[in-house]
């Protein structure tokens, strides 16, 4: 049996997406720059693609801004507003498990002068709110906090940033990045208090290459993809239609989010009751992290022994972040967990479309594999 559990890295696109591509190639191939019947034509999908996006937010289509994925739409939130905002601060505030796309560019605005404090979690991977409240000050001008974290599943409470930013009078503009969360939990920037969100396109069953940045209108973003002024500016370049579709018609497949949940939590539950016979099972993730996300650490089996073994028999887990390849896990060393758990710790990501056949295959697999290598040290 083949099983897919890694759909934190990425998914497979639903058969509406792929249409919705094909269409998008081999018809409506227009440039919706282009002032003729086929620019119109594509055009038209464009705005209806954005109103779909739009409608996932609960905001107007003019604060949704397409770009080529979550790594541009953290870069374009995050160096546009130290840009265009530096002249009335240079604090900024982030934590220290934000995905590498978020943290190489904190580490880039430090290297430009900029101050930037990084929020440290508890053993669940969870920032304290009376941190977010003693790092913001009127000095600062960017606040960006994931929403979900990618490695483990913990929910930030980003909405304590709004309060934290109002109470000192700061200019700072909020960013979350929701490219975990989206699909999967309601996001609604003005239940979160940002100003900023990015999103991706391929995690929620959709194409690669695309995703999508909310920026609340009166937003201040210093252009950061220079070029022909698409997107108003906010990220310049040809549209690429076909992902755009694909990603729209991904959303319009989605079903009831809370239903879709709760069924991954039952998915979740199922699995680590089966596991929990294990005497050296530790579950990392918090008990009410996002369900869609359970790392674990079968102590003294490593990581990547179990992945392999796992992988032989058609089982697709991942021994953390896809983007941080061969380096030891920063967000469970900032979890402060010891060295032996971390090194063991793989990461079960489930999708809506994961079965409870998949998770019991899951289940025995993972038994028979820690009874097998752990034998074998």
Known sequence: MECYFDNSATTKPVEAAVSAMVLAMTENYGNPSSLHIKGDEAKALLDNSRRTIANSFSCNPNEVFFTSGGTESNNIAIMGTAMALRRRGNRIVTTSIEHPSVAEAMNRLEEQGFEVIRLPVDKFGIVSEQDIFSAITKDTILVSMMLVNNEVGSIQPVAAARRAVKRCGSPAQIHCDAVQAYGKIPIRPSELGVDLISVSSHKIHGPKGQGALYAKKGTKLTPYVLGGGQEENVRSGTHAMPSIAGFAAAVNEWGSLSEDYE??????????????????????????????????????????????????????????????????SKVLTSMDLPIQVIDSAIRISFSRFNTKEETEYLADKIIEANGMLRKSK
């Open 263 to 328: 069924y991954v939590q039952s998915l979740k539950n199922y699995l680590l009751n089966r596991l929990s016979c294990l005497p050296n099972l530790k579950v990392n993730s918090h008990v009410e992290a996002l369900p869609y996300i359970v790392s674990i650490s079968l102590v003294g089996v490593p990581s990547e022994v179990l992945r392999n073994y796992l992988s032989s028999e058609g089982i697709c887990v991942s021994t953390g972040s896809a983007c941080s390849k061969g380096h030891r």
